[in-house]
């Protein structure tokens, strides 16, 4: 198959795959699709359910591409298995369950007669963020008005986010639709007394985190390939998601502790 037929097999389940997802996939040495004499990419079947399945764990696994890269060598080399078709049914079941008449629970009980250690399963590792949400709409720029309005706030409310500087407003004076859902839970967390410089406080973590990030992303940019930034971007996504569901787990850890619980 071409590139542009795995790309029309893809989408349906994928929307936001593009072809430069692919080669950046390839890249990181992910798939391996051969290359006819003419240099084109040529994609078998298995190439093709290759990647489906990093597609699959990025998206409902929430993994970073160095986990996904080490389950399939785990899977290449035979200390796991995990077809496509039961990266599916995990995706929407965290229990054992069947397609087609197929069972796609353990390895059988034949490797265990026979004294051998049955493979290991690659379990599903749920996440409430995914590198996917996180990327940036560039195309949406809000005037003061508009922000005003889809925010349902006053222009009090929002001098005083833009002074704690939890919003910022770019060129020209426009925000980015970010800024919404920050006027939004600003004013949600404001009915319970916290106002805009008590705040202060998550962007100066936000801030730490976000530093943290671009140090590792940075040598990846700057590099001299071209997909240097692409793989930089979704280095920036992955580690983001993981940093939010890490950040969500300690809050919730923390709070439960304070309750005494």
Known sequence: M????????????FPDITISKIRFLESEGLIRP??????????????????RFV????????????????QLEAIDSGAATLGV??????????????????????SGDADIEAGQAPPRRLGVVPGAITPEE??????????????????DIDDRFLDDLLRAGLIVAGAGGFFESDAVTLAHAAKAMAEFGLEARHLRAFKLAADREAALIAQIAAPIAKSRDADARARAEET??????LSLNLHAALVKAAVRTALGG
Do not use: M
Request: proline share 3%; no cysteine; glycine share 6%.
């Open 236 to 241: 920036v996504r992955e580690l983001a998601a």
């Open 134 to 151: 996180l990327r940036v709409d560039v195309g949406v720029r809000l005037t003061r008005a508009d922000l005003l309005a889809k925010a």
């Open 55 to 70: 597609l699959t764990a990025q998206r409902d696994q929430y993994l970073p591409l160095k986990v996904i890269k080490e």
């Open 2 to 13: 071409s590139i542009g037929s795995v790309l029309d097999l893809l989408r349906p389940d």
């Open 85 to 106: 078709r039961e990266a599916r049914a995990r995706a929407h079941s965290h229990h054992g369950s069947t397609e087609a008449g197929h069972t796609v629970s353990g």
């Open 34 to 51: 051969e290359r006819t004499p003419s240099g084109y990419r040529r994609f078998s079947v298995a190439d093709y359910e290759r990647l």
